[in-house]
């Protein structure tokens, strides 16, 4: 990361040339070529796309993440397109796709598995004809369309703003996406305030750039976030879970965490988690379950929403089990009405499908089953179908609590087992009898 930053700034040196920063909406023009942006990385999807909207005679650009993240050198996670062609354009255009979003309505362009977004240009003002609509300074529909200049305006950051005129084959910088993306700086575009309260997501979009990409948050983006982060609570639920999955599943989950709960923004996702934490002095099961997923991912292995959620709402779901057994509940009532309520909860703030949640709730309530070392109900927990997930959370359990860690090693070794060697460790010793007394002790 560091030499393909290196890389960047000699570049921008050449392009730049220690020219001063320009004034946001001023556009700056650089072959593509000369910043090391080579048209070969990007996606025959998005190739397409882009020329066929050009040879329609639009204009077409690559923008965001894709343009930030080549020129970073990094193989970015998706490709986004920005046009001058209207979204019903552009679903006559193309045969493989269609409209969606109310607030914001995109084209999405399918390749097979290959989904390709396209935007049509934004205008920053609206003359109160078109369909922007503003509730308490938030942005809650934006369809008024108008130029890229104008476009380049209403993106969140600087670095993602950035164009690649596929036409001329140039970059084109309206906001000093270059220079910012050269000094590893994450900057908004406009006032702080004024975009936060526009969308208290672009707080959350802030840590996950700096977390993703190593980029160092402006204090400018920095400062406003404690005291608008309680703004996310007006956020739909829905698109929240989307953020999350983004913030905890891109491979940098731990520096994500880390940052999030930095700037008082993990609180606002997982209060009641924060109000555990609080009690607690360390969080090594939390700390590892993230570093895990980070690890999958980079090893291409699968990873789940919801064992994170059993990871994240663990605590929660302890202290709610451990108040109610105090309140008198059996354990098997207390676990199932612990598991539901803090799942309840927590959904209400960030929509957590429930396909997800029933299997946070199943890693929880087999727990206590790997106490079972044997009979009928030591074989059922082996062929659970969640008994792999289970025995993950039980090591990260481990962590923390010394019997769990001693099970763990139990089950590690159970498993290994095969045949006639597991149907022994399995099976039940047998009840001795009592044995009788000797002739001595009944004689005395
Ligand atoms: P990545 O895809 O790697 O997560 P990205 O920058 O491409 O990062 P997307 O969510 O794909 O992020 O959005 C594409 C572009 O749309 C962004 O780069 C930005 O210019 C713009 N954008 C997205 N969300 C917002 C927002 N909430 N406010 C302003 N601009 C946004
Ligand atoms: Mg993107």
Request: aromatic share 4%.
């Given at each position: 990361m560091l030499k393909q930053i290196s890389r960047l700034a000699k570049r921008c040196q050449q392009v730049l040339g220690g020219k001063p920063r320009q004034a946001v909406g001023e556009l700056r023009r650089h072959p593509a070529r000369d910043l090391g942006?080579?048209?070969?990385?990007?996606?025959s999807a998005a190739i397409k796309v882009l020329s066929r909207l050009h040879q329609q005679g639009y204009q077409a650009c690559l923008v965001g993440g894709g343009v930030r993240d080549l020129l970073l050198g990094r193989h970015p996670k998706d490709f986004d397109v920005a046009t001058d062609a209207r979204p019903e354009e552009v679903r006559e255009i193309f045969r493989n796709s269609r409209i969606i979003g109310r607030r914001f309505k995109l084209v999405h362009v399918r390749f097979g598995r290959e989904i390709i977004e396209v935007a049509t240009f934004r205008g920053?003002?609206?003359?109160?004809?078109?369909d922007r609509h503003l509730k308490g300074g938030r942005l809650v529909r934006d369809n008024v369309y108008g130029s890229i200049e104008d476009d380049a305006q209403r993106r969140d950051f600087t670095v993602n703003a950035l164009y690649y005129d596929y036409a001329s084959k140039e970059v084109l910088d309206f906001a000093n996406g270059l220079d910012d993306l050269n000094r590893r700086r994450l900057c908004l575009i406009g006032k702080p305030e004024q975009r936060y309260q526009e969308d208290p997501v672009r707080m959350l979009r802030a840590v996950r750039f700096a977390a993703k990409l190593g980029l160092e948050m402006d204090s400018s983006v920095r400062e406003p976030i404690p005291k608008m982060?309680?703004?996310?609570?007006?956020?739909a639920p829905a698109r929240l879970f989307d953020e999350m999955l983004k913030l905890f599943m891109a491979g940098h989950a731990e520096a994500t965490w880390r940052m999030l709960v930095e700037h008082g923004l993990f609180q606002q996702l997982f209060p009641q988690t924060w109000a555990s934490m609080e009690q607690r002095e360390r969080h090594d099961l939390l700390l590892q379950a993230l570093r895990n997923t980070d690890e999958r991912i980079r090893q291409g292995k699968p990873v789940t929403p919801g064992f994170l959620a059993a990871a994240l709402l663990w605590y929660p779901y302890q202290d709610r089990y451990q108040q109610l057994l105090d309140e008198g509940c059996k354990p098997h009532d207390a676990m199932h009405e612990a598991a539901e309520q803090v799942i309840t909860r927590q959904v209400r703030r960030l929509a957590i499908p429930r396909r997800f949640t029933t299997m946070t709730r199943e890693i929880w309530l087999l727990q206590?089953?790997?106490?079972?070392?044997?009979g009928k109900r030591a074989w059922r927990l082996l062929e659970h179908p969640r008994f792999r997930a289970a025995y993950d959370f039980l090591l990260l359990r481990g962590l923390e609590e010394e019997d769990c860690a001693r099970e763990a090693a139990w089950w590690t070794e159970t498993q290994q087992l095969e045949g006639g060697a597991l149907k022994k460790r399995l099976t039940p010793p047998r009840k001795r009898r009592k044995p009788r007394a000797s002739t001595a002790e009944r004689d005395g």
């Open positions: 942006l080579n048209e070969k990385a990007i996606s920053s003002s609206d003359n109160g004809k078109g982060a309680g703004q996310l609570a007006d956020i206590p089953r790997f106490r079972h070392h044997a």
